[in-house]
């Protein structure tokens, strides 16, 4: 059974950092892309960043410069790092992979930026 836990959410102040990880575990043959998405209380789930198999990176216009995804196949884990936190960034973050043709979603880390 494939799973994807996530880690590194909490509390911090705006211009502070966090690291997200995202460990996939399992039965896995292939591990597509992985990408991040978060949540607001009352809004939508909307993606941040995904980068594919081979390292292609695509960001949502709001963390350019601010966030880095990078991933590690050989451990099978997904990152994000997010620097020059602002308050809007306050989220639940998700993580979620294609693996072997699924998607597959992590339970979510809770990330607040206080002003």
């Known amino acids: 059974q494939v799973q994807l836990v996530e880690s590194g959410g909490g509390l911090v102040q705006a211009g502070g950092s966090l690291r997200l990880s995202c460990a996939a575990s399992g039965r896995i043959f292939s591990l597509n892309a992985m990408t991040w998405y978060r949540q607001a209380p009352g809004k939508q789930r909307d993606l941040v960043a995904t980068?594919?198999?081979?390292?292609?990176?695509i960001y949502t216009n709001s963390v350019k410069g601010r966030f880095t995804i990078s991933r590690d196949n050989a451990k099978n884990t997904v990152y994000l790092q997010m620097n020059s936190l602002e308050p809007e960034d306050t989220a639940v973050y998700y993580c979620?992979?294609?693996?072997?043709?699924?998607?597959?979603w992590g339970q979510g880390t809770q990330v607040t930026v206080s002003s």
């Open positions: 979620a992979a294609n693996i072997d043709g699924r998607v597959y």
């Open positions: 980068i594919t198999s081979g390292g292609t990176t």
